[in-house]
């Protein structure tokens, strides 16, 4: 489960919950981007971490991704960091074209976005070996969501022509479909757990649609921050 904050004191928290039944010491895991720093909380203490960006727990819940920006001059290079969730070392640090967050397909294997080549990539965790999973026309591309089997992600054109699209890749076939959401008025998209259905969350409220991008139906009404 993620949260997202925004608190009276102006910090924007992103959390992201330890997956259902892992063994890890760790519980919490948070983004503070005007601290410029990811957090582990376990419940009895709390730990900063030298990284940027959304935290992402691994399936098994012993290691969490983040993406480092490399900041001015770095060219559109950061790194994408992999640590051990109990002891908080860093795993693995490899430095990339890559502008979003990761997300996990499972253990082995994250997906993010590029920013050399617009495209979506799936990363070997242990070799830093990428396979292009979509590329294209696109200004900005974010991978939203990750399933067993799905990639959930956000292409955004702002030169030349306007255009917002939501697609989702299965790695299972290759293929590759538009989902059946507003491109204008949709905010943030997860799985659910078991990887059936989406929720998508915008200011008029929750909804939910198929794993292929279908059947899109309202859950709850009014303003939603999730």
């Known amino acids: 489960m993620k949260l997202h904050w925004l608190l009276a004191a102006c910090l924007t928290f992103t959390l992201s919950a330890t997956p259902t039944g892992a063994a890890t010491v ?3 895991a948070y983004w503070v981007p005007e601290r410029d720093a ?5 419940g009895s203490r709390v730990t900063p971490l030298d990284l940027q960006g959304r935290p992402r727990w691994s399936p098994d819940g012993t290691m969490i991704a983040a993406f480092e920006h490399g900041g ?15 002891t908080r070392t860093e795993l693995s640090r490899r430095t990339m074209y890559l502008d979003d967050t990761p997300c ?25 070996a990428q396979e292009v ?15 067993a089997d799905r990639v959930l992600y956000q292409i955004t054109g702002f030169f030349g022509s306007y255009f917002v699209e939501w697609r989702i890749a299965d790695l299972r076939t290759g293929d590759i479909v538009v989902a059946q959401l507003d491109p204008e008025s949709h905010w ?13 969350q915008d200011d008029a409220g929750l909804g939910f649609l ?6 899109y139906g ?7 921050h999730t």
Request: charged share 20%.
């Open 72 to 86: 001015p001059g770095s060219q559109g290079r950061g790194a994408l960091v992999i640590v051990d969730a109990a």
């Open 218 to 224: 309202v859950a709850a009404e009014g303003f939603v």
């Open 133 to 147: 999973i979509d590329s294209g026309t696109g200004d900005f591309w974010a991978v939203k969501d990750c399933s």
């Open 210 to 215: 198929s794993a292929d991008g279908g059947n």
């Open 38 to 42: 990811v957090y582990i909380d376990d």
């Open 104 to 128: 996990w397909v499972d253990d082995d294997r994250l997906v993010a976005a590029t920013s050399n080549d617009d495209s979506i990539v799936m990363i070997d965790r242990a070799t830093g």
């Open 188 to 200: 943030e998209a997860q799985f659910s757990p078991s990887g059936g259905a989406i929720a998508v």
């Open 26 to 28: 760790a519980e919490i």
